[in-house]
């Protein structure tokens, strides 16, 4: 396991982070305390500090089991933890980006996480209804009371964000380092506006659903090669159907399993690995102690660049206005005066 710098901070995380929502079984799906306790082990083992929770994940549940296994270790752990989402309520402040119901989520968690402090608090998603000022003052009174240490933004868009971290440089507040997004090669459209952001910004970028839910593990692709596979649950129609709804992503799938079969791998490292060599931070969560053991063996090797490109071309999107139009040669001649391609341009990526 190899470690990254979390943004611009000095804070060192592995370069994959464990995802916790399925421990528990609250919610009826998910891993016992048992199993949960074989999954976390395995990840510390290989080398992972880096563990993604939050207040609402199984009803609490998954804090609390956290907060057990970490009793003798929690100083090596880099615990993250959210706030804002709640459960349903007729509380009309039990959930939202405000002062109040982030102090009474900081609190529930350091009971059930039976911690201090919080290593890195992320809003969880963004109410549109809750000022920005409000927002960072209440992220920056907790840091300063020793309760959290640092903080992230998660499933909000790119202006807000950048708003956000643009007030607390002005004022001295603390900042986001980190950005938490859905992000795969099935769901590439952060890159047009938050990958550009985060790494304008130098904010760490951690993903969600790195596996598309199932669709980067050959759980569609191989369907029909699989005894219990979604396939043969369909009459031909019904497969007729599912294939034309999706068939960017069975095209990306079955690219991902054929890189796979070059390698001599999952499908699943393959994914994650096209993540980690994005610079991000994949997710990684498993409800079974051999999931999250294939997972963690994606750090084993590297992809190289013509199976990158590969991947890249059958997962590419196309990126809207403004961006499209200003990589059209008319507007790149007139914004370089026709001297585009003798100018090396070390801050485009995409």
């Not at 059209?328 to 100018?343: E, L």
Request: include cysteine; hydrophobic fraction near 40%; glycine fraction near 8%.
């Amino acid at each position: 396991m190899k470690y990254k710098l979390l943004g611009k901070s000095g804070l060192r995380v592995s370069e994959l982070c464990l995802g916790t929502m399925t421990f528990g079984d609250d919610w009826g799906w998910g891993a016992s305390q048992e199993e949960s306790r074989k999954i976390f082990d395995a990840f510390v083992e290989a080398g992972g500090n880096f563990i993604d929770t939050a207040n609402v994940y199984t009803n609490g549940t998954s804090e609390t089991f956290l907060g057990e296994f970490m009793k003798c270790d929690h100083d090596s752990i880099v615990l993250a933890t959210k706030y804002s989402n709640g459960l349903i309520s007729k509380d009309p402040n039990a959930a939202g980006n405000h002062r109040k119901r982030m102090v009474q989520s900081v609190e529930a968690s350091l009971k059930r996480l039976q911690s201090e402090y919080i290593d890195l608090l992320w809003l969880h998603s963004w109410d549109f209804t809750t000022p920005i000022e409000e927002v960072m003052r209440a992220f920056d009174d907790l840091v300063r009371a020793g309760k959290v240490l640092y903080i992230g933004v998660s499933d909000t868009p790119a202006w807000v964000v950048s708003q956000c971290n643009l007030l607390t440089e002005l004022r001295g507040w603390t900042s986001f380092i980190g950005l938490q997004i859905e992000y795969s090669l099935i769901q590439r459209t952060p890159e047009r506006e938050l990958i550009p952001m985060a790494q304008a910004l130098d904010i760490g970028i951690t993903a969600w659903f790195p596996l598309a839910n199932g669709w980067l593990t050959g759980k569609y692709s191989n369907a029909q090669n699989s005894s219990d596979g979604e396939a043969k649950r369909l009459d031909n129609e019904a497969m007729s159907a599912f294939v034309q709804q999706n068939e960017r992503n069975l095209a990306i799938a079955r690219t991902v399993d054929a890189v796979a079969i070059e390698i001599g791998c999952s499908a699943a490292q393959v994914a994650l690995n096209w993540l980690r060599q994005q610079g991000v931070i994949p997710i990684v969560g498993a409800r079974k102690h051999s999931q999250v053991q294939d997972n963690l063996n994606c750090i084993n090797f590297n992809l190289s660049a013509e199976q990158i490109e590969k991947l890249n071309h059958v997962s590419q999107i196309e990126l809207g206005f403004p961006h499209d139009f200003l990589l059209q040669d008319m507007p790149r001649q007139f914004i370089f005066g026709g001297m585009y391609d003798a100018i090396e341009n070390h801050r485009h990526r995409f």
